[in-house]
């Protein structure tokens, strides 16, 4: 038996849209997708995608490194801006970094918690951060401001999953999200092709996205200790 050796296989929005729209019976496989049938797929796997960001865990998960400026009580997070990277869903963790390299874990707090803190400017150390996410773009609050030293925060970010913009766009996701596009996208056009909602589609499509939102988490070991105290 001969294997090919390689792993490189993808799929685009024009793909996904035909295959899609073939489910529904709306295509012929040899036929070429109209416009405005391109277009309208085209926005539902946008919404897609914008949905199930909010779900999305390992493959979103980005560090981005931060200098900070001791009295600066916040900054703002988006292209182009203070921090600049795409606008993130989450601040997960934090740590901050000294001169020497060395690591120390910041807690990610609410914003009451952020906002109770009675003098905001104070320059030391960032013992917490909390992360606003706004609409448009963010803003990072940090406290203390920050000392000699002690200037470098390390942020793990949950990003935004990107858009498809073109038809030759691949997905912003793993490879074994491909199909549960293309199923999830295939039910809710359905009543435009096929004048109700499919529910064969639908149940396929929830029986895919199950095992992928098991599959995106950490495996990590739980550990349980006896209570010595009592």
């Known amino acids: ?27 012929d496989p040899w036929n070429t997708v109209s416009t405005e049938d391109s277009d309208i797929c085209m926005r539902f796997l946008n919404m897609i995608v914008k949905n199930i960001q909010k779900d999305a865990d390992l493959w979103v998960t980005t560090d981005v490194t ?19 990277t795409a606008r993130p869903l989450k601040l997960k963790h934090c ?16 914003r009451q918690d952020y906002m109770e803190q009675p003098t905001k400017s104070t320059q030391s150390p ?6 606003d996410p706004q609409i448009a773009n963010g803003v990072l609050y940090v406290w203390p401001t920050g000392s000699s ?4 925060l390390i942020l793990t970010f949950q990003r ?3 858009d498809f913009d073109e038809a030759g766009n691949n997905p912003d996701l793993p490879d074994e999200w491909n199909i549960w596009l293309v199923y999830v996208l295939a039910t809710l ?9 499919r529910r ?21 070991a739980i550990q349980f200790q006896p209570n010595l105290g009592r």
Not at 69 to 84: C, E, F, M, R
Not at 96 to 109: A, C, K, N, Y
């Open 160 to 162: 935004p999953i990107q």
């Open 1 to 27: 038996m001969s294997t090919s050796g390689s792993y490189d296989f993808d799929v685009t929005a024009a793909q996904i849209i035909k295959d899609a729209l073939f489910l529904n019976s709306a295509v």
């Open 149 to 152: 030293g002690n200037l470098t």
């Open 126 to 131: 960032v013992l917490m951060t909390y992360y």
């Open 200 to 220: 064969d589609l639908l149940a396929i499509s929830e029986g895919l996205l199950g095992p992928l939102k098991n599959f995106d988490t950490e495996q990590v």
């Open 189 to 197: 056009i359905s009543p435009i092709y096929s004048g109700s909602i």
């Open 66 to 84: 931060h200098t900070i400026t001791a009295g600066t009580q916040s900054y703002t997070v988006g292209t182009g801006l203070d921090i600049d």
């Open 95 to 110: 740590r901050r970094r000294d001169s020497g390299g060395t690591e120390i874990p910041v807690d990610v707090v609410s």
